[in-house]
């Protein structure tokens, strides 16, 4: 039994135990998204236009995590509604930082593994990059999305007698709690994702302005940016349409 089976199933069972059938849901959602993502991949490759089927698979990716997962109710369909509009807010605002920042492509660190490589692959790599940072974003999006709007319901269900206005707030005072924590778990999976990265720049000598200029390095610090954009920017978004969505409900029954 490999250490990889064994992991798998320990995260299964404990998925289960704490989670229940949303637990064994949420661990299969884990090789649904997989199979998504790998099938984006295949699109790519074979020329389909890379901004439309990468917002194609985002829209599923988030229909599996929040619908799948948790069933169709007000509090998915409000974290639902959230991630679309945040997505194509922050996908305005990737293609300006990709078309300004010129991070597509590779760096010369990166060159020189594919030198025996051929480069003429007939792909865009400004939209190959502008993909890549929003498939980056959806997890993040849609995991505080329904942060939100679960607490939100939570609150509702009660105190049912609260406005639309007081909801928002609650929504937002949710938000704050979140947010520190939040930007921090991106910050921190950078670090140890990319610490190897730092290591190499030191074995390479470079000086500090070069490293902060290396566009291995850029990439990935502004996909953390735009990460974190994304994040606190869902965070009132779905605490409006939440609450609208909970006190709409509330007036009709």
Same mark, same amino acid.
């Given at each position: 039994?490999?250490?990889?089976?064994?992991?798998?199933?320990?995260?299964?069972?404990?998925?289960?135990?704490?989670? !229940?059938?949303?637990? +064994?849901?949420?661990?299969?959602?884990?090789?649904?998204?997989?199979? =998504?993502? /790998?099938?984006?991949?295949?699109?790519?490759?074979? !020329?389909?236009?890379?901004?439309?089927?990468?917002?194609? #698979?985002?829209?599923v990716v988030s229909y599996i995590n929040l619908f799948y997962i948790?069933?169709?109710?007000?509090?998915?369909? #409000? #974290?639902?509604? #959230?991630?679309i509009v945040t997505t194509f807010f922050l996908l305005l605002l990737? +293609?300006?930082?990709?078309?300004?920042?010129?991070?597509?492509?590779?760096?010369?660190?990166?060159?020189?593994?594919y030198t025996t490589l051929s480069f003429f692959v007939n792909v865009?790599?400004?939209?190959?990059?502008?993909?890549?940072?929003?498939?980056?974003?959806? @997890?993040? +999006?849609?995991?505080?999305?329904?942060?939100?709007?679960?607490?939100?319901?939570? =609150?509702?269900?009660?105190?049912?007698?609260?406005?639309? $206005?007081?909801?928002?707030?609650?929504?937002?005072?949710?938000? $704050?709690?979140?947010?520190?924590?939040?930007?921090?778990?991106? /910050?921190?999976?950078?670090?140890?994702? /990319?610490?190897?990265?730092?290591?190499?720049?030191?074995?390479?000598? /470079?000086?500090?302005?070069?490293?902060?200029? @290396? $566009?291995?390095?850029?990439?990935? =610090?502004?996909?953390?940016?735009?990460?974190?954009?994304?994040?606190?920017? +869902?965070?009132?978004?779905?605490?409006?349409?939440? @609450?609208?969505?909970?006190?709409?409900?509330?007036?009709?029954?």
């Open positions: 039994m490999s250490v990889q089976l064994v992991l798998a199933l320990m995260l299964l069972l404990l998925m289960g135990v704490v989670g !229940g059938r949303r637990g +064994i849901s949420s661990f299969l959602s884990l090789f649904f998204n997989f199979a =998504v993502l /790998y099938l984006l991949v295949l699109l790519l490759i074979n !020329g389909f236009p890379a901004l439309f089927v990468t917002l194609l #698979a985002c829209s948790n069933g169709v109710n007000v509090k998915t369909k #409000a #974290a639902f509604i #959230a991630t990737i +293609i300006f930082v990709h078309r300004f920042a010129m991070i597509q492509g590779f760096g010369p660190e990166e060159v020189e593994e865009d790599f400004v939209q190959i990059g502008i993909c890549t940072m929003i498939t980056g974003t959806i @997890a993040a +999006i849609t995991d505080t999305a329904i942060s939100i709007s679960s607490s939100l319901h939570e =609150v509702h269900h009660r105190n049912p007698r609260l406005s639309e $206005k007081d909801l928002f707030r609650s929504g937002m005072t949710i938000g $704050k709690d979140i947010i520190g924590t939040t930007t921090n778990t991106l /910050y921190f999976s950078f670090i140890g994702g /990319y610490l190897a990265l730092f290591l190499w720049f030191r074995d390479l000598s /470079y000086s500090f302005g070069e490293a902060l200029n @290396a $566009k291995v390095l850029v990439s990935e =610090v502004l996909s953390m940016f735009v990460i974190g954009i994304g994040v606190t920017g +869902i965070i009132p978004l779905t605490a409006w349409v939440t @609450a609208r969505m909970l006190f709409n409900e509330s007036s009709r029954a």
